[in-house]
Structures are given as structure tokens and as C-alpha cells.
């Protein structure tokens, strides 16, 4: 069983930047991928980033390239998400989830973190 723990969520002003976590815990496997997803309030989750363990391979949404970043520390067993020249459409719960790297970057996750708040003020 895989476990997700998210930390990093917090209130800033627009243009200012946050740096998410995830620590990964439990058995996982070659294919496993430590993504990002995001749901504002009265919308539809929305998948924001994914890395696979592996070979360090990504993938970015639209919405969010050149401003968001996701990167690994395989000896931290952590994934980051920095966040950059945030704005008020960033304002979402940010979740953390898991699962093989096709799957994961069509929305479907194996597991979930607990999700953190991302609240910015413009």
C-alpha cells in the first residue's frame, strides 16, 4: 500500500510563488508515477503535473507551463511542485496522488493524498 503525504498549501498574493510536497511511502514499482491535481471550488478536478520515478519524465497541463515546475528527490522519497507567479485561478486544493505514469496523466490515480489548500488573493 502506497501512502501520500502533502505539506506546502498556504495563503499568498498573487505573483508570489509556493512550493508543494509529497512523501511517498510503501512498496511501489518501475512504472510508478507521483503526480498533481487540483480542484477549485465548483469545478471538475483537473490534473495539473506528473514525474515518473523512474527516468524523471514529465509532464506539465497547459494551464500551468512555465509557471509550475514538478521535480523529484529519490533520496527524500519527495515530489515538489514549485509554483510560480501564482494567481487567483491557481486557487485550488491541491492533491498529491500516485499510480503508473499513463493512468496517472489521464486523470485516473491509484492513490491519494489528503489534499492542502492554495489560496491566492489578487
Known amino acids: 500500500q502506497v501512502q501520500l503525504t502533502e505539506s506546502g498549501g498556504g495563503l499568498v498574493q498573487a505573483g508570489d510563488s509556493l512550493r508543494l510536497s509529497c512523501v511517498t511511502s510503501?512498496?511501489?514499482?518501475?512504472?510508478?508515477?507521483t503526480g498533481w491535481f487540483r480542484r477549485a471550488p465548483g469545478k471538475d478536478r483537473e490534473f495539473v503535473a506528473a514525474?515518473?520515478?523512474?527516468?524523471?519524465?514529465?509532464r506539465h497541463a497547459d494551464s500551468v507551463k512555465g509557471r509550475f515546475t514538478i521535480s523529484r528527490d529519490k533520496g527524500q522519497n519527495t515530489v515538489y511542485l514549485q509554483m510560480n507567479s501564482l494567481n487567483a485561478e491557481d486557487t485550488a486544493v491541491y492533491y498529491c496522488?500516485?499510480?503508473?505514469?499513463?493512468?496517472?496523466?489521464?486523470?485516473?490515480?491509484?492513490?491519494w493524498g489528503q489534499g492542502t489548500q492554495v489560496t491566492v488573493s489578487s
Open positions: 496522488a500516485g499510480g503508473p505514469y499513463l493512468s496517472l496523466v489521464a486523470g485516473r490515480a491509484s492513490y
Open positions: 514525474i515518473r520515478w523512474s527516468d524523471g519524465n514529465t
Open positions: 510503501g512498496r511501489t514499482d518501475r512504472t510508478y508515477t
